[in-house]
């Protein structure tokens, strides 16, 4: 079941520059996206997300990019930081039972910052 | 800010014992998931909760595990007679209403089972 692919398992940035996370999906029925980050040992904890009415969403550093007719989001880092070295999750739900949308997630990508 | 919590951090049990992780969501959150992921997979959906009753399960979650929120702020999840293959991260989630989508995870419980 890979409803949700990062088919990138690492990746390494310079400090300061742009990180780029990417991430696809085949099904249509999910309608929003949330991107995850996680350190060892501990839980995955939420970056930001996207509802599929919207194509952009930005938080600070932080900016998420939905493309539905490719069915691609991104994840844009900028400027990255090391402590934004961790592995990142993208995850998405859909139109499940009302109002209990299970989520799924990809394999994750682990970027590394270096300074 | 709220979290989730989730204990314990690690458990270690013998195959065919009955394990109970605890979780505490978000005081207001009116959903409550599991998740576990096992070590180098991808994290897998176990079961939702909501309004006291099971709301979606996986094909994971069998006859097994059992989630329960026996009072206001509580809710745990019971594997009766674990397996070996049932060594994994567990994950507690909540969420708080329909108007909002985000899922907020606990720090994890590891189990291992020997």
């Known amino acids: 079941d890979q409803q949700v692919k990062q088919n990138s398992p690492s990746l390494s940035v310079q400090e300061g520059r742009i990180s780029i996370l990417n991430c696809d999906y085949t099904?249509?029925?999910?309608?929003?996206f949330l991107w995850y980050k996680k350190y060892p040992a501990e839980g995955p904890t939420f970056l930001i997300s996207?509802?599929?009415?919207?194509d952009k969403n930005e938080d600070g550093r932080f900016t998420v990019f939905l493309n539905k007719s490719a069915k691609h989001l991104s994840l844009h880092i900028v400027p990255s930081q090391p402590g934004d070295s961790a592995v990142y999750f993208c995850?998405?739900?859909?139109?499940?039972?009302?109002?209990?949308?299970?989520?799924?997630f990809g394999t994750g990508t682990r970027l590394t910052i270096i300074p | 800010e709220p979290e989730v919590t989730q204990t314990p951090s690690h458990q270690v049990t013998q195959m065919g014992q009955e394990v109970i992780l605890r979780c505490v969501p978000i005081?207001?959150?009116?959903?409550f998931y599991w998740y576990r992921q096992i070590l180098g997979q991808k994290v897998e959906f176990l079961v939702s909760?909501?309004?006291?009753?099971?709301?979606?399960k996986s094909e994971i979650f069998d006859d097994q595990f059992s989630v329960e929120r026996p009072d206001g702020s509580n809710f745990t999840l019971k594997i009766r007679s674990t397996k070996l293959e049932d060594s994994a991260m567990y994950f507690c989630?909540?969420?708080?209403?329909?108007?909002?989508?985000?899922?907020?995870f606990g720090p994890g419980t590891r189990l291992t089972v020997l």
């Open positions: 995850a998405a739900s859909g139109l499940s039972n009302f109002g209990n949308e299970k989520l799924t």
């Open positions: 909760f909501y309004n006291n009753e099971i709301s979606e």
């Open positions: 996207i509802s599929s009415i919207k």
């Open positions: 099904n249509s029925m999910f309608d929003y």
């Open positions: 005081s207001n959150h009116l959903y």
């Open positions: 989630a909540s969420r708080e209403g329909l108007a909002a989508d985000t899922q907020y």
